[in-house]
T-cell receptor, first 114, second 113 residues
């Protein structure tokens, strides 16, 4: 069964460093998402991406964040200068079409900022 | 405003008992979904109920939706120790451009063997 994959599973970085989190969505999906979950808290929407552009972003998704779909398969989230409060689990998700129902989530990348 | 709040926040039951978790939400929705998350792991999609449905079953799971009260419940029957996890409801509103999901605060279920 097709699945969303994410790499790395765990990333440790120093404050101020740039990180890139990678996702490979399910191949025929058209909508892509990043969510994050700070330890012990609920899952929060960061950004959605459709037709090679951001369709919506939350207030969390400030200028330090960017997303890219550099080729036909990868979907990346970049944090330019990490802060301690960026430590969280980051989930990628994808959806087949605008009227489809189920978003499929990847296993997540745990980001630890020291 | 916070969309999606589950109660109870934590629930501890014995194996074989039923577990019921509730979710409330604030805005209009197209569907409501339930996800499971084992400690520190990914989100596993359990079941989806559309806004025009009132009840749905999948194996040991039963979900109800009351759009007039903006609430949903998830019932797990004959629970097993392996059901121990956090359970989140998530709502989707196709009125927005993106079909993003808005998650609730979650219920931590512990099933004692």
């Amino acid at each position: 069964e097709p699945e969303v994959t994410q790499t790395p599973s765990h990333q440790v970085t120093q404050m101020g460093q740039e990180v890139i989190l990678r996702c490979v969505p399910i191949s025929n999906h058209l909508y892509f998402y990043w969510y994050r979950q700070i330890l012990g808290q609920k899952v929060e929407f960061l950004v959605s991406f459709y037709n090679n552009e951001i369709s919506e972003k939350s207030e969390i998704f400030d200028d330090q964040f960017s997303v890219e779909r550099p080729d036909g398969s990868n979907f990346t989230l970049k944090i330019r200068s990490t802060k301690l409060e960026d430590s969280a689990m980051y989930f990628c998700a994808s959806l087949t079409s605008g009227r489809a129902d189920t978003q499929y989530f990847g296993p997540g990348t745990r980001l630890t900022v020291l | 405003s916070q969309q999606g709040e589950e109660d109870p926040q934590a629930l501890s039951i014995q194996e074989g008992e039923n577990a019921t978790m509730n979710c409330s939400y604030k805005t209009s929705i197209n569907n409501l979904q339930w996800y499971r998350q084992n400690s520190g792991r990914g989100l596993v999609h359990l079941i989806l109920i559309r806004s025009n449905e009132r009840e749905k079953h999948s194996g040991r799971l039963r979900v109800t939706l009351d759009t007039s009260k903006k609430s949903s419940s998830l019932l797990i029957t004959a629970s097993r120790a392996a059901d121990t996890a956090s359970y989140f409801c998530a709502t989707a509103d196709y009125g927005g451009a993106t079909n993003k999901l808005i998650f609730g605060t979650g219920t931590l279920l512990a099933v004692q063997p």
